[in-house]
């Protein structure tokens, strides 16, 4: 006999759409790219190398933008950079040996320590595309040195020799060394900071002599030797400054100079994208 039950129904189990939803918020900002370059190490056993202090790219970070790493490359391939430099809003100029005192009509002496020429050959041509352009840069260290050589201007190579009445600017130890930066007046430092004197860290044997065209002074230290530089041109944030924002040893207000170059630069970018 032929059953009149209809066949037996199996529970159906629901299973969710992994697929995320749609979301209607709006996503956050991306963060600028910011160019930083970085040094260039020949050891004597061992394959050449870049480095680069990891400040550097901790203070770009937290100051909003995103660094981007600038190597450098060989000399028929300098003109890669203009790839780059099309995507970044500013570039940081950071840190290292000497400049080569022979490429700026000056006799090399014992106590200079000339970068290595793949770094400066590198560096100057990243330079002239900054002037060119007028990209938002922050020069630190030597690359504040290499703003002002760039603009004309020239360098004391050795501080206790040419200028043996200032003060110490580095400890010959190795151990930190901090001293007092008075700021000039109607600056970017000024504005920046807001006050006449900083207490900075200080590691440099050379220093600004003569100052660049369209340079000026930003700040000096209390026995006048040029601790800051800034373009004279308003609308171009270029500021150069001796001390290291970046290292361990720099006061909390170093912060601030990170974060309205990062501004600055978002400024330029948006400019450029709205004559466009």
């Not at 159906?12 to 190490?41: C, E």
């Not at 400049?99 to 560096?123: C, F, I, K, S």
Request: hydrophobic share 40%; net charge negative.
């Amino acid at each position: 006999m032929r059953s009149t039950e209809g066949p037996t129904l199996m529970p159906v189990t629901r299973i969710k759409d992994p697929s995320p939803k749609t979301s209607t918020a709006t996503p956050p900002p991306g963060r600028p790219l910011i160019g930083v370059n970085t040094d260039y190490v020949t050891p004597k056993n061992g394959p050449a190398y870049t480095k680069l202090n990891v400040g550097y790219i901790d203070a770009i970070i937290g100051a909003g933008g995103l660094p981007i790493l600038l190597p450098p490359p060989r000399r028929d391939n300098l003109a890669d950079f203009d790839v780059l430099l099309d995507q970044l809003a500013g570039i940081v100029l950071t840190g290292g040996a000497d400049m080569d005192p022979r490429r700026n009509g000056q006799a090399l002496t014992a106590v200079v320590n000339p970068m290595p020429a793949r770094r400066e050959d590198a560096d100057r041509t990243l330079l002239a595309r900054i002037f060119e352009r007028k990209i938002p840069v922050l020069g630190i260290g030597v690359g504040m040195q290499q703003l002002n050589v760039f603009a004309g201007g020239t360098l004391h190579l050795h501080l206790p020799v040419d200028n043996p009445k200032a003060m110490p600017h580095f400890d010959q130890t190795g151990a930190p060394h901090r001293h007092m930066v008075l700021i000039e007046g109607n600056t970017r430092l000024d504005d920046i900071y807001g006050a006449q004197e900083l207490r900075v860290n200080s590691t440099h044997h050379q220093a600004v002599n003569q100052i660049g065209k369209r340079m000026r002074i930003a700040a000096k230290a209390p026995d006048g030797v040029i601790e800051a530089i800034d373009a004279t041109d308003p609308n171009w944030f270029c500021v150069g400054i001796q001390w290291h924002p970046e290292a361990d040893t720099a006061s909390a207000l170093d912060v601030q100079i990170f974060e309205c170059f990062v501004q600055a630069a978002v400024r330029a970018s948006d400019n450029v994208f709205a004559v466009a």
